[in-house]
């Protein structure tokens, strides 16, 4: 049985971990989070006290945690995991972080003859609790080949963007993306409901056209409309604001990078960040953004 040291258990690190224990593997897991944690042991994860000890006797380490100075952080430097890890051990970490910072993690874990990939996930916390999420993967390809089995307990689509930090460009792109599509299909909600039409009957009728996409037909932000997902309960859990703000941000800077032009993601980041300035916008799912254009009760 292959042991897989798991370290970050949050809405999508979680179900994750729980997946590789019902397909067979030993997971020993680490969060800052106790009742993360206790929810990983009550899932069949091993408890560890801590990330280093998480190391111990593990053939893989998976991380996902939110930005990339938490991955910095746990992985480079004098006290970092890379100094602990055995040349062995294969490392795949699937947090969304820069490019750049990707690349220096492969590269530092390379000089220890440790294999590394960025492998950053899409499809939210149902993909994630189900076991279909999609994997963009940077790295070598032999190293993915590796990694293939552990991935696949977890997710149904792997992908090969290309080399170290790749896995990271192909994510920014898609969630610059999803913004995008998410704004538009509350904008285009909106203006049916405020010119009386049912919210779910507009749905069927744009998802059956032109106008059907993602945001739409898997995750749709109007309340009522669709069971399962985050409008449904009132925004709560699900990829919040705050990250599809990192997440923007990191697409931003990375156009800049290259001199890119994306006005509509610049626009999705504006839109996002007047949505997140109350602090309690911030921790709601992303499609809360349907509330921007909501009108007021008696309006």
Same mark, same amino acid.
């Given at each position: ?13 979680? &179900? ?14 680490? /969060?800052? %989070? ?12 091993? =408890? ?44 795949? /970490? ?25 492998? &950053? ?27 293939? &089995? ?17 896995? $990271? ?10 913004? !995008? ?8 909600? $909106? ?13 069927? !009728?744009? =998802?059956? %056209? ?90």
């Amino acid at each position: 049985m292959e042991k897989v040291a798991f370290i970050g258990l949050g809405n999508m690190g979680g &179900p994750m971990a729980a997946n590789l224990v019902k397909k067979g593997f030993a997971v020993t897991a680490f /969060d800052l %989070s106790q009742p993360m944690l206790d929810m990983a042991v009550s899932n069949g994860c091993k =408890r560890a006290d801590s990330a280093h000890s998480a190391l111990e006797g593990a053939d893989v380490v998976v991380s996902m945690l939110p930005h990339g100075e938490a991955v910095r952080s746990l992985y480079l430097g004098v006290h970092g995991l890379l100094q602990g890890m055995n040349p062995e051990t294969l490392l795949i /970490d699937c947090s969304t972080i820069s490019a750049s910072d990707a690349r220096q993690l492969i590269a530092a874990a390379g000089e220890r003859g440790i294999e590394a990939l960025d492998a &950053p996930v899409s499809g939210g916390t149902a993909a994630a609790a189900a076991g279909t999420l999609s994997f963009m993967c940077g790295g070598e390809e032999k190293t993915l080949e590796r990694a293939r &089995p552990v991935l696949s307990a977890m997710g149904t689509n792997i992908f090969h963007a290309g080399p170290a930090g790749s896995g $990271q460009v192909a994510k920014i792109c898609n969630n610059m993306l999803l913004a !995008i599509h998410m704004i538009g299909t509350a904008e285009a909600l $909106q203006l049916g409901v405020d010119n009386g039409l049912d919210p779910k009957v507009l749905s069927e !009728i744009m =998802r059956a %056209s032109s106008g059907g996409n993602w945001s739409l037909e898997k995750y749709n932000p109007y309340p009522g409309v669709m069971e399962g997902v985050p409008a449904s309960r009132d925004y709560a859990g699900g990829f919040s604001v705050a990250l599809m703000l990192k997440d923007l941000g990191l697409a931003m800077d990375t156009a800049a990078g290259s001199a890119s032009s994306t006005p509509l993601g610049a626009l999705a980041k504006n839109l996002y960040q007047l949505h997140g300035g109350d602090p309690i916008n911030r921790v709601l799912d992303f499609s809360s953004i349907q509330n921007l254009f909501r009108r007021p009760a008696g309006d």
